[in-house]
């Protein structure tokens, strides 16, 4: 995919707007496709090329500059060039050769955002605030629900330190591509690339397998958010397989997705983990997007009628407890689709792309 952003000059000094065409030429990143004397040649190269951006002293462009991002440029600051620039709608003002690095680092952005195409998928990401409440489960229970379904689904693992995909998923003891074959692609990550290594699992979806623990520290936040762009690029649904901790990185795959599936089981600790959780997240203002599972649901003390009175909703779906599970995950196995837990997740799955559709009606 080109990574380098297209770029139209209208620049009425010729000095300075040849000083501007060779920073971004020696960029490498931004190509400048036509430069404009005036409006019309520069509404007329906006119409035709389409560039990404337009560096343009703000008079010459007071008629704004369609999609293109606007980067207003002056040779010293005035109040009237500030207001022109606001009025035709820029992104940024720059005042020329001062803030010549501030130009080049907003092109750059620019032509970096090209390289994560546009979103398609509906990114689902699974967390269990308790350890051992079934997050693993449920991610790759859903994942073969869409698949059923025919949805194409690809699950990511965003916890390559512990990985647990790859056990429960039955590649523990398979030669597999994994998210460290990444590594040394580092910035010019690609959809292609992640083609490259989407590892196939016969009940219909695609999954990104965390590495070895050797590589686990040199597998960096960066690419995995890269990994969750793209990957976001490349499928009707992506599971993210989110890590128990909150740290910061859990947090942005959380804000990264359009629906959170907490996963909670009926015992104490999981209810007072699952309540603290949302309350550390609740300034992130997720609340909206965030569904209780129940899983591993028995006869106990605690009962999914409490799920409801103590977190004041009522559950996504209530998965039961099921005493093959254990030692079919075990064996790298997925519980029988047809079967009461496979049923379950049959209806979750549904009703995860249903209110998503649902919301997205609403905020069009
Ligand atoms: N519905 C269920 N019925 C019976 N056993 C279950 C069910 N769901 C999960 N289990 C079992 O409970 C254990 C924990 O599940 P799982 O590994 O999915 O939890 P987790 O939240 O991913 O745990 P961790 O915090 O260690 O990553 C596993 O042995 C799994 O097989
Ligand atoms: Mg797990």
Known sequence: MDDVARVILAIGSQEVAEEVLHLLDRSGRARVVATAADDRQLAEAVRQLEPDAVVAEPAIAAAGVGSAALLALATRESIAALRAAIGAGAQGFYVWPQERQALLGRVLALAAARRVPERRATVVAVHAARGGAGCTFVATHLAQAWGRRGTSCLVVECDPEFADLTQALGFADREVRTIADLIPVGDELTVEHLDGIKVRHDAGFD??????????????????????????????????????????????????????????????????????????????????????????????????????????????????????????????????????????????????????????????
């Open 207 to 364: 999954v990104v397998l965390g590495g070895e623990p050797s590589a686990a520290d040199a597998v960096e936040e960066d690419l995995l958010r890269t990994i969750v762009g793209l990957a976001a690029a490349s499928a009707d649904v992506v599971v993210a397989h989110v890590p128990r901790q909150l740290s910061v990185f859990t947090r942005w795959c959380l804000e990264q997705s359009d629906r959170i599936v907490e996963v909670v089981s009926l015992d104490v600790l999981s209810f007072r983990a699952a309540s603290r959780a949302i309350e550390i997240l609740a300034p992130l203002g997720l609340d909206e997007r965030l569904g209780l599972v129940v899983n591993r649901a028995a006869r106990s003390e605690i009962t999914a009628g409490d799920v409801r009175r103590v977190f004041d909703r009522e559950p996504l779906a209530v998965v039961p407890f099921d005493g093959a599970v254990a030692r079919l995950q075990d064996h790298g196995r997925l519980s029988p689709p047809r079967g009461r837990v496979g049923r379950a997740f049959n209806r979750l799955a549904a009703t995860i792309l249903e209110t998503r559709a649902a919301g997205a009606e609403v905020a069009s």
